[in-house]
């Protein structure tokens, strides 16, 4: 597509819930990234795709957040029995290099756990 | 490790001029500008690959001084369509870019 498309756009789950968040990469771009927005904050690097390989996972904050890219394109985030910390804009990016290039970004996905 | 911000905000009225500092305190691969509008997605400005490294974009500009871990943005002649939040990237790693906190800048007419 001509973008970086994010799904679903709003999340509202209660606390214990699992949810999946989709991310559609500009076609083509090898490299894949999800960052976490707090409200008035920066974006948090969660982990790194370069294909379909994840090689960097260090930012995900506990094993109840697992990233995927199996085909090497379209990505999943997954967040394990939501707690309410885990409320925040939810980010992808894509570059059509490798590493930390020029990222595009999506609209994102704003999660709500209540 | 995060890099840091200065100032947190700025207001300018249209026309002036407005400088955000963005330092680390690792050595960097490259420095990365963004700017996000409210409830929008960021968007690339700039990157700079060098120490020394000056690039400009329309009257936006950035410098890079490896040797101080540092990074400039300059905002010359603002317009109102300047204002959002300003965030820089260091990439210390392989793949990994990451965000300072953010300068909200405001520009009134």
């Known amino acids: 597509g001509a973008g970086v498309s994010q799904s679903p756009r709003y999340k509202v789950a209660k606390r214990g819930q699992d949810v999946a968040l989709r991310c559609d990469p500009i076609?083509?771009?090898?490299?894949l990234f999800w960052y976490q927005q707090a409200l008035g904050q920066g974006p948090e690097f969660l982990t790194y795709f370069q294909n379909e390989a994840q090689l960097d996972k260090s930012g995900l904050p506990s094993d109840r957040f697992f990233a995927e890219r199996p085909e090497g394109s379209v990505s999943t985030l997954k967040i394990q029995r939501t707690q309410q910390e885990d409320s925040a804009v939810y980010l992808c990016?894509?570059?059509?290099?490798?590493?930390?290039?020029?990222?595009?970004f999506g609209a994102g996905s704003r999660l709500t756990v209540l | 490790q995060q890099p840091v911000q200065s100032p947190q905000a700025v207001i300018l009225r249209e026309g002036e001029d407005a400088v955000i500092n963005c330092s680390s305190s690792k050595a960097l691969y490259s420095v990365h500008w963004y700017r996000q509008k409210h409830g929008e997605a960021p968007v690339f400005l700039m990157i700079?690959?060098?120490?020394?490294e000056q690039k400009g974009h329309d009257k936006i500009s950035a410098s890079f001084n490896e040797k101080k871990q540092q990074s400039s943005l300059y905002l010359t002649a603002s317009q109102l369509s300047y204002s959002g939040t300003y965030f820089c990237?260091?990439?210390?790693?392989?793949?990994?870019?990451?965000f300072g906190q953010g300068t909200i800048l405001t520009v009134h007419p």
């Open positions: 990016a894509s570059s059509g290099y490798s590493g930390a290039n020029v990222l595009t």
């Open positions: 990237g260091t990439v210390t790693s392989y793949g990994k870019l990451t």
């Open positions: 076609s083509g771009h090898v490299s």
């Open positions: 700079l690959l060098k120490g020394g």
